[in-house]
């Protein structure tokens, strides 16, 4: 007995030293900071366009975001985004819609995680293209208001507002110029888990939660970690040079 927690104690710190190993060396092969902004178009999946979004309502949205990758394949972000998603029940094309006559319009704010897969290897200090897919988690804050679209109809005014999580999921590119800043591409979808970013056109309709969307453009500065110091670690600098 005393022979095999003698095996069991060896054996859990032999697991301890391994995942310390795995954990230093990852950490060892960080590659590269990135921060920056985005804009864009967003738009909105639900009970006001069920199938496909309509390109009419499309609006402006901003965000930023900071990146860290850790291997030449994974990197996690956290990202702050503002979304103004519209819609309207004349864009259903059916009757009961078009006399209901109602539109609405909400505000976004999303703050989250993500993690970033490369589809390829990349490592910051020799490469210049990043295609990549993310998917994350977010806590996003809401405030939507409907209202009538032709008259001043006060009765079928409605607000709400609140709090709700969403998993976003994309994919982009980016390129990376030779002084570190990069230019990219790209686009979002986010399933939410509210039925009230359309409040209340989701009132005798069956879309159980809403989605919005995003795509455009992305600028970045990367801070690289590039070739190794004196004292045998990496040390951040930039790696491309004008000649």
């Not at 985004?81 to 029940?89: A, Q, S």
């Not at 409040?199 to 190794?228: E, H, M, R, V």
Request: with cysteine; net charge positive.
């Amino acid at each position: 007995m005393t022979f095999l927690k003698i095996n069991r104690s060896l054996l859990s710190k032999r697991i301890i030293l391994l995942i310390m190993g795995i954990t230093i060396r990852i950490i060892s092969h960080a590659q590269s900071f990135e921060i920056g902004v985005r804009a864009g178009g967003d738009n909105y999946l639900g009970d006001a366009a069920p199938n496909f979004p309509a390109l009419a309502e499309t609006q402006l949205s901003t965000g930023a975001f900071a990146n860290y990758y850790f291997s030449r394949r994974l990197g996690i972000g956290l990202q702050y985004n503002k979304y103004i998603l519209t819609g309207r029940d004349a864009n259903l094309n059916q009757a009961w819609a078009i006399n209901r006559n109602l539109q609405f319009s909400s505000q976004i704010t999303e703050g989250g995680v993500r993690i970033i897969y490369a589809m390829q290897d990349f490592d910051a200090c020799t490469d210049n293209f990043l295609p990549y897919l993310t998917i994350g988690a977010s806590l996003f804050q809401y405030a939507s208001v409907s209202f009538p679209q032709y008259s001043a109809d006060a009765a079928n005014t409605g607000t709400t507002a609140g709090y709700s999580i969403s998993i976003p999921v994309g994919l982009g590119i980016k390129y990376i110029f030779r002084n570190n800043f990069a230019l990219g591409l790209e686009a979002i979808a986010a399933r939410s888990f509210t039925d009230e970013l359309d409040y209340p056109l989701w009132i005798g309709n069956q879309f159980a939660t809403d989605y919005y969307l995003f795509g455009g453009a992305t600028l970045s500065y990367f801070i690289k970690s590039c070739g190794n110091n004196d004292k045998g670690g990496k040390e951040f600098k930039n790696c491309f040079k004008f000649k």
